[in-house]
């Protein structure tokens, strides 16, 4: 598009330049169809149609008839306040709201906060929400989709939609339930890190952005550990509270403004916090970069975010043990401490594996094709045994992979108690006491 003097106009959806400036969209108030950029430079804020820069002429990206109905745009950049005040609104807000305990509230927070620096952060954390019982979760889910930036919320996504997505625009997707077996696990896969581009209907993406997803299933098999900062959404006693959409906006208008504000004036900060974080241990060390920087290194909101990821870490080693892997392993690995047994059936296995279940007062049930997905995925040759359907053949070499991933695995048969006569678990005993 020309414009009035013959300049080649360039749309944008937002930039960032080697100078420092950045350029951003608002939606004008009163006619949300309508797309205005503003730009920061040095501390000074210009809004128009259209924005000069470095001899350039920028333009909002012609957004179709349906961004702005789907995606919550500011109207405005709201006054300068430091991030530790607009940290402390919104915890206050999520509070209020949705009666959560502070690391709740908090950690909400910091996704959001990270939500509107993703660009800026040396990784793309996923934020993996677990409602419990009762838990507000419809309440989170609309509060996370007005305040995140850019925020897209989706349900039952399948492949072929991903191609429509406006992955241009940087959405923050917000994902309900996703099939963990369907597209969105690659989308989760490949969102944290930069350049993992994925080729969906015949176009090339990058999917890299924020993503948060609320599930009920725990982020196991789905993603790296590492990428995934977990909150539980507790149960709340009595009625949720409501949101009417009058009150929704009203929120939306208002911390719109103040978070375009806190990534306009920190982006620079955000992108040169790169904290040494030698306390946690190393898969969480890109996290928490990513988290420290979201807050734009304040130092009381980072010491913060290091409290929550050291309690997230000894929950993730609480809950491994008790994920079904593990109760796999632990089945498959019974059946290698029986001398005499040279394959077993991906029903037996489930058979076993809900036994031990059972023993610890739960009745999950597994089925074997379950079973046989999950060894798959853990590496272990699962293939069809005689007439008899799929299993295991316990070589010697799946013997001693089980046994390793046991290890792995926390499955305490093996670190402690007596141990079973197996040259297997003898070799690790004497490996374990070696290091220990
Ligand atoms: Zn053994």
Redo the contacts with the bound molecule.
Sequence with gaps: MLDTKGIMEITTTGMTFRDGALIDLLQEPFHPDKLLLVRWKEGGITIGPTIEHAGRIFAPAPSGATIPGLMQLPTRVAPEESPRDLFSAIVDLLKDVLRQPKFVTSMLAILIFASWVSDALPMAPCFWILPMPAAPKSAAQRLLNRLCRRSMLLVALRRGDLAFLPWDWNPTLLLDEPDPQSAMRRVLRHSSRRGECMIVGRRLLDPYGIRVVLSRELPFEMLPEADVLRISLMSVAGPNRFLNEATEERIAEEFQGRLQGFRLRNFAKVQMTRPQLQNLTPPLQDLGRALCAAVAGDDELMSLVLELLNSQEQQIRADATSATESVVIEAL?SF??QVDTREVRCLVISRRTEAIYAGRGSKREISPEQVGWKLKHLGIPVGRIGSAGKGVNLTNAV?QQV?ELAILHGVLT?ASGP??P?????E?KERLAVAT
Aim: hydrophobic share 35%; charged share 5%.
């Design positions: 690995l290698c401490h013997r046994h093996v141990v079973p197996c040259p297997f678990c003898q690790f």
